[in-house]
Structures are given as C-alpha cells and as structure tokens.
C-alpha cells in the first residue's frame, strides 16, 4: 500500500504563485509513475504533470511553461511549482503514483486563482 498527503493549496491572485507538495509512505518502492492531476467543477480530472516511467516529464499542454514537476527523493516528496496562475487554473489537484498494476490518489487540496 501506498499513501499520498498533497499540501500547499489555497488562494491566490491572478499572476501568483503556489507549490504544491505530496509526502509518499508505504510501498514507495513499487511506484513507476508519479504526477500531478486535477478536476475542475463539473469537468473530468485531467492531467496536469507527471514523471514518466522512463524518467522524463510530461505537462499538460495548458500549463506548459508555467508549471514544473520536481522530486526530493529523499524526502519521498514530489513538487508542483505553479507560476503564473490563471483563474481557470482553478482546481482541486491531486497527486497520483502508479505502480504494481495500482492507481494510488491523495485526498486533493484546493487551489483557487480569483482576485
């Protein structure tokens, strides 16, 4: 088993910026993947940016340039720094890892970009 606690949401101006943190505990070693999500109200949850199994970076094509994936490994902590924040950013987001055939998620934290 795996658990995901994602940290650092919250509200913030257009033009701001956050970052987010997802603490990794328990069968860590298992995990291929890891990454970012997030959904919207009444939208489905997407794909925000992960690491790949091969070790490169993936972003969303609408957080391209402004949002960037990072790991402390010996933390077990994943990073989403998010610069730029736009209103439509606005979402709850959620950490993901994936491994041994098993999808795992956090809990999710809000982040709400409004002036």
């Known amino acids: 088993q795996v658990q995901l606690v994602e940290s650092g949401g919250g509200l913030v101006q257009p033009g701001g910026s956050l970052r987010l943190s997802c603490a990794a505990s328990?069968?860590?070693?298992?995990?291929?993947?890891m990454g970012w999500y997030r959904q919207a109200p009444g939208k489905q949850r997407e794909l925000v940016a992960a690491?790949?199994?091969?070790?490169?970076?993936n972003y969303a094509d609408s957080v391209k340039g402004r949002f960037s994936i990072s790991a402390d490994n010996a933390k077990n902590t994943v990073y989403l720094q998010m610069n730029t924040l736009k209103p439509e950013d606005t979402a709850v987001y959620y950490c993901?890892?994936?491994?041994?055939?098993?999808?795992?998620w956090g809990q999710g934290t809000q982040v709400t970009v409004s002036s």
């Open positions: 993901m890892g994936r491994g041994g055939g098993l999808n795992y």
């Open positions: 328990g069968s860590i070693s298992s995990l291929k993947i």
């Open positions: 690491f790949t199994s091969g070790g490169s970076t």
